[in-house]
């Protein structure tokens, strides 16, 4: 399995930016399908946005679609979302996933990645 750090949450006003990175170890991140997800209190973890090994396929949640962007460098083994245009729903913990059966396409769903950071807090308020 590979390892996954995420950083970059923080506390941002409305219609503000941030960058999440996701550093992986262990194996090089262009072997996997990497994903976002989020978890707000008390409800499911949700998918956010994804991206092929190849890096030539993006999949978006429909509510951050055009507001954020996942995109990798394979130089440093990191995946990152930029998030723009932050609003109060967008508040949850972030987390990073790595897939490694690419094979199977990009996915939405959390039971299908084997390899999860421990998550960081995007907090939008004012």
């Known amino acids: 399995q590979v390892q996954l750090v995420e950083s970059g949450g923080g506390l941002v006003p409305p219609g503000g930016s941030l960058r999440l990175s996701c550093v992986t170890s262990g194996r090089t991140v262009s072997n996997y399908n990497m994903a976002w997800f989020r978890q707000a209190p008390g409800k499911e973890r949700d998918f956010v946005a994804a991206?092929?090994?190849?890096?030539?396929?993006?999949n978006y949640e429909d509510s951050v679609k055009g507001r954020f962007t996942i995109s990798r460098d394979n130089a440093k083994n990191t995946v990152y979302l930029q998030m723009n245009s932050l609003k109060p729903e967008d508040t949850a913990v972030y987390y990073c996933?790595?897939?490694?059966?690419?094979?199977?396409?990009?996915?939405?769903?959390?039971?299908?990645?084997?390899?999860w950071g421990q998550g960081t807090q995007v907090t939008v308020s004012s």
């Open positions: 996933a790595a897939d490694s059966t690419t094979f199977r396409g990009l996915r939405t769903v959390a039971r299908a990645y084997e390899s």
């Open positions: 991206l092929s090994a190849s890096g030539r396929t993006t």
